[in-house]
């Protein structure tokens, strides 16, 4: 079977009306090549992606109590997650801390990692939704917070999340597999 010219990765990241981010990267790959992904596979390649693709700068720390992106080695947790939930078709990381999350806002939140079949292939998707980032402050953040969030973590994370994909796709279809990154519109919002 062969595989497309360019593999497409979706990606949006929007601050919605509260101001809280939603962020969704997904592709869709050949069923042949992505049989074996379950939605507790990819979010085991995930940690194990951050952790390399940082040079250990954020090292996951794993517990039975939390899942913590933790600074070096130290204890100092950039974003932590309650344990994962397992739901139709997609595990679930709840955001319940972290420096990187506005104090108020910290049991709002989820990571979400899905594997879906579907007639074309197999969505493989990576979604943040309703998350508060400190840097922007509050829910009514400034233009300069706002940008300098546009600058700085959400450029990372898009960066992060679309070579992650890249990286799972080109595992699995070989290393010359080509990929492009497509603008869609899931939620509306200001675009970052």
């Known amino acids: 079977m062969s595989l497309p010219r360019h593999q497409e ?19 869709v790959f050949p069923a042949h090549l992505a049989l074996q992904l379950t939605p507790d596979i990819l979010l085991k390649r995930y940690l194990a992606y951050i952790r390399r693709c940082t040079a250990t700068i954020i090292r996951p720390h794993c517990s039975a109590s939390e899942i913590q992106f933790r600074l070096f080695g130290s204890r100092w947790s950039l974003i932590s997650f309650l344990p994962p939930v397992l739901e139709q078709q997609a595990v679930v990381l709840r955001i319940c801390g972290g420096i990187l999350v506005q104090p108020g806002q910290c049991g709002r939140g989820e990571l979400r990692f899905s594997v879906k079949e579907q007639p074309d292939g197999i969505r493989v ?20 917070r706002r940008l300098l969030y546009r600058l700085s973590q959400a450029a990372i994370h898009r960066l992060v999340t679309v070579r992650f994909l890249a990286l799972l796709y080109r595992e699995l279809a070989g290393p010359g597999a080509r990929v492009r990154v497509v603008g869609v519109k899931v939620r509306e919002g200001e675009p970052v």
């Not at 990765?9 to 592709?27: G, K, T, Y």
């Not at 998707?125 to 009514?140: F, R, V, W």
């Open 9 to 27: 990765i979706a990606c949006q990241q929007v601050l919605v009306e509260d101001s809280s981010v939603f962020s969704i990267q997904w592709s």
């Open 125 to 144: 998707s990576l979604e943040l939704s309703e998350y508060c980032p400190l840097i922007l402050g509050s829910p009514t953040p400034s233009t300069f």
